[in-house]
């Protein structure tokens, strides 16, 4: 995976963040709120967009320091991250399927190995 490469996956999440938290607010409001979903979607939406930032971040440092190869691996975490605990909740709220909560943790965790190798990506 390219710093390009990695650029453009965070542009992509960024924007389906935009587009979900769109979405949930006009067209999923009333459905969200009936099933006491709302803060769930909301926690989905902003997990999203935080590390869709974090995505670009990690390719821009890529991109000025191509031989901290780790950064590739923190970008992995951060976008499976990003489908497993989103992806996870979007479905949850969508579907009411409860067992899908069992999944979230998975992403919770792909985030904060995105974070610490990260950190290790410039340490000694």
Known sequence: MKSNSIIQTAAVFGALAVIFGAFGAHALEEMLVNT????????????????????????VLYF????????????????????IF?????????SQMTWLGAITPLGGLSFIF????????FGK
Not at 38 to 53: G, I, K, Q
């Open 114 to 121: 995105g974070w610490v190798i990260l950190l290790l990506s």
């Open 36 to 59: 006491g979903r709302l803060d769930t979607y909301e926690t989905a939406v902003s997990y999203h967009f935080y590390h869709s930032l974090a995505l670009l971040m990690v390719g």
């Open 86 to 94: 989103s992806g996870s909740l979007y479905f949850l709220c969508l």
């Open 64 to 83: 000025q320091f191509p031989d901290k190869k780790r950064l590739k691996l923190s970008a992995l975490f951060f976008v499976a991250g990003i489908i």
